[in-house]
């Protein structure tokens, strides 16, 4: 019969203790560089999806498929909506060739964000209104204020490829709005950026102030369209991204911010703010 080794020993209650304290100490050390990097990623790929989704629906412009398109980002205090949209060839010459559409009264309104039906194709879901009808008469039901009665709604999934819609609950920008009432900003191109504009937020308006020859001094107005989106983490401590919108430099220690620049034909850059070379670096 074989003995057995004597010689042979586990591990004693101080050497299981001491193991455990070390990998306490290392776990302790290495998650917060883990849990920053996560946020990093998050943060880095959020953006990444954006500059896709923006790149994605000017190429449907290059392609032929729609005549007019906009991105539009809407922000609440829980998570950011981005929805790409298209219009096409059709709609946008029959807006051009009437007279009375808004579309001619009021170019300031053609990168619209809140009339229903003005896109031909959305990312986003539509809800569809189906009104009562008088059995007798075939005309719409109205209420005490003089509305058309609402039967039903029915929502209606976006089923195009070619447009999208991203809702993104980690990262924030330098607007915000509350929960039901988001703050929106908006872009719009075409191809060969003549009809190139904004809306919302993605407007900035300036103004400059001209001395005639009299002396007399005459101020003009001029709204110019906004071609950055900063973006960052959302979390506790920032509800929107700090920036100086003078020298679109943070005026907080923000650790993931980023940058998307896109000029007025569609191509977009990223740029992430590296906080040792205190300067925007291309990615």
């Known amino acids: 019969m074989q003995l057995q080794d004597k010689s042979i020993k586990g591990f004693n209650i101080l ?25 990093e ?10 500059q896709n989704l923006i790149q994605g629906i000017n190429a449907q412009v290059q392609r032929g498929l729609y005549a007019y398109v906009q991105v539009l980002v809407e922000n609440t205090n829980d998570s950011l909506t981005v929805t790409s949209k298209g219009m096409k060839m059709d709609t946008l010459t029959t807006m051009i060739n009437n007279g009375e ?29 189906t009104y009562k009808k008088d059995p007798d008469t075939g005309e719409d039901e109205l209420d005490a204020e003089g509305m058309p009665k609402i039967e039903f709604m029915t929502e209606m999934p976006n089923t195009k ?21 988001p703050e929106t900003g908006a872009v719009c191109f075409s191809k060969n950026a003549r009809w190139y504009s904004g809306a919302e937020n993605f407007v900035s308006t300036t103004v400059s102030t001209t001395v005639s020859t009299d002396g007399s001094e005459t101020e003009e107005t001029k709204d110019d369209v906004d071609t950055i989106l900063f973006l960052c983490t959302r979390n506790d401590d920032f509800s929107t991204c700090d920036i100086d919108e003078n020298t679109d430099r943070p005026t907080s220690d923000h650790r993931n911010l980023f940058r998307l620049e896109w000029s007025r034909f569609g191509d977009v850059t ?14």
């Open 270 to 283: 990223m740029e992430k703010w590296v906080v040792k070379n205190n300067d925007w670096v291309l990615q």
């Open 15 to 39: 050497e299981l203790l001491v193991v455990i304290a070390i990998i306490g100490i290392i776990s302790a050390v290495a998650y917060p560089n883990f849990s920053d990097w996560r946020k």
């Open 41 to 50: 990623r998050a943060a880095r790929g959020s953006t990444v999806k954006i």
């Open 101 to 129: 559409s808004t579309w001619n009264t009021n170019p300031t309104s053609r990168c619209d964000t809140t009339t229903v039906d003005y896109w031909d194709d959305e990312g986003s879901s539509k809800i569809i209104i």
């Open 161 to 181: 490829l070619e447009v999208a819609q991203l809702i993104l609950g980690k990262v924030t920008t330098t607007f915000v709005g509350s929960e039901g009432s």
